[in-house]
């Protein structure tokens, strides 16, 4: 009895979304001949603001699909979303030689970015965002790079209390400074 009610909670707090990213067919000379097999990237997230990525490597399909799933539902971080549908700022994130510019995006815009990148935003839950992949297309560099600019935003929440203030001094002050630009600039 105890053992259902344990499997219950686990289907009702999981409800994550899992996206195939690439799959790549590996091949290994030994003295035999040709070892295949396969190494896949997936992406995971609840479309709530968490998400994460993993790899794995298997002579099937499907059991490196099982191998990387598993590796990214460990992985998974939490990133702040502004409105649960955009991101708070403009972001660059880089990896080796990728490197991505995220942009945010008022609403109805949608998620406007390629390859990789758009099944993290997807499962990530963003319903808004402009993104630009520069250098590198390869899918392994291309979400570490994503995940590098991701990590790195700030909501107003973490950066008033990294300086000890309220959010309404932080957030009112950027809007008092775009106005005052723009007072100058119609003078």
């Known amino acids: 009895m105890a053992q259902a009610v344990d499997r219950r909670k686990t289907e009702k707090k999981e409800e994550l979304v899992e996206r195939l990213v690439h799959i790549n ?5 030994v003295k035999g001949g040709r ?36 590796e990214a539902k460990k992985n ?16 660059k994130g ?6 991505v510019i995220l942009r945010t995006a008022p ?9 990789p990148m758009r099944a ?17 297309n390869n899918p392994y560099n291309m979400i570490k790079a994503t995940f590098d600019a991701l990590l790195s935003i700030n909501s107003p929440r973490m950066v008033a209390a990294k300086r000890g ?4 001094d932080i957030v009112s002050r950027r809007e008092n400074s775009s106005n005052i630009k723009m007072e100058k600039e119609e003078a």
């Open 94 to 99: 880089s990896f080796g030689a990728g490197k």
């Open 107 to 115: 609403a109805g815009t949608g998620v406007i970015a390629g390859g």
């Open 76 to 91: 998974m971080v939490r990133i702040p979303l502004r409105e649960g549908r955009t991101l708070h700022h403009d972001v």
């Open 35 to 70: 070892n295949m097999s396969f190494a896949a990237v997936v992406v995971v997230g609840d479309q709530k603001g968490r998400v994460g990525y993993g790899s794995g490597k298997a002579t099937e399909v499907p059991d490196a699909i099982t191998k990387a799933t598993n």
């Open 120 to 136: 993290i935003f997807e499962v990530l839950g963003v319903q808004d965002v402009v993104a630009k992949s520069l250098g590198s």
């Open 25 to 29: 067919r590996v091949a290994k000379t």
């Open 165 to 168: 203030k309220k959010v309404g």
